[in-house]
């Protein structure tokens, strides 16, 4: 089965990201094909260059280990680009995508989630 996560929320103002990875490591040691899309403020958990401090998570990392264990990890470029983040500064493996790559991974999933505030 393919499940698509959409993300549209801060990334440590709330535990929306932390939410979808979870879910997103559970599917995927389930077997399933998992695919996240980051839109709007979202895409600042894709920043590898984040210093959390010690006692916060970090995003990027975890992110980073769902790209390792085969999840697709698509950010939206318009929404990186208004929020500086650049090819350099994006987890390994990740693609930035835009609104027609959202709406192929929504039509072609079996299951769409969407976390937003």
Known sequence: MHITIQLNVPPYTNEDVDTAIHLAETLLKKGHKVSIFLFADSVLATNKL????????????????LSNNGAEIHICGLCAQYRGITEDMKIDNSVFSGLPEMASLIYNSDRYINLMP
């Open 50 to 65: 984040v210093k959390p401090m010690r006692a916060d998570r970090n995003l990027p990392s975890k992110l980073q280990e």
